[in-house]
């Protein structure tokens, strides 16, 4: 497609050919595999910055994915690690660009096993909808975002205050009079 966006790593037709998923434009190799997705079944955080990374991904089919991730999701791995094992289950991750992994390990073959590169993208949670207005509040505030969506908290007199003042000044002086006097 002309319109999309052409990385530098566009070296030959054959490679873009081959390209199957939104970041292989920018990777230097097309991937095996566009994107998968499922529930966490393990995750495993080698010690290092160069420790292994990888997921267990169960499908909604029951087959099992072992994906080494890229080192930019260890800081997202090192906090889902941290989970108890029933929560960690719950979660759901997307990958993005996939190339297969050919060593053998002798796993059965229903567990398929795959790697990722740099520009590899890991998801969390990828259907679940962001409010827009939350994500700009975040941005001015980002204690405001989980907050707010974990503890709604009851009126204190000094919100109560806040919002009777807003509510008093909300039109401009008169606006009620003249209303009232149409
Ligand atoms: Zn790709």
């Known amino acids: 497609m002309d319109s999309q ?8 037709d054959e490679v873009r050919q081959r390209r199957r998923c ?9 991937c095996d595999l566009a994107s998968i997705e499922g529930r966490l079944a393990r995750v495993s955080v080698g010690a290092g910055r160069d420790g292994a990374l990888w997921v267990l991904l169960t499908g909604d ?9 890229p080192g930019h999701a260890r ?4 906090e889902l690690a941290a989970l108890p094992p029933a929560q960690l289950n719950s979660l759901r991750v997307r990958v993005y660009h996939l190339l297969r992994s050919h060593e053998d390990d ?4 229903r567990r398929q096993r795959l790697r990722t ?5 890991v ?7 962001l409010n827009i207005t939350d ?3 975040a941005e001015y505030c980002v204690r405001q975002y989980p907050l707010r969506r974990m503890a709604p908290s009851p009126p204190t007199a000094a919100t109560l205050r806040g919002t009777i003042i807003h509510s008093a000044f909300k039109e401009p002086p008169g606006a009620g009079d003249r209303a009232s006097a149409a």
């Open 22 to 30: 939104f970041l292989c434009a920018y990777s230097d190799v097309a």
């Open 106 to 109: 002798g796993q059965p073959s």
């Open 75 to 78: 800081r997202l791995m090192r």
């Open 123 to 129: 998801i969390l949670e990828p259907d679940t909808l």
């Open 5 to 12: 966006p052409q990385g530098p790593a566009s070296t030959s």
């Open 61 to 69: 089919d029951g087959s099992e994915a072992a994906i080494t991730l």
């Open 117 to 121: 590169t740099p520009v590899s993208a």
């Open 135 to 137: 994500i700009n509040n």
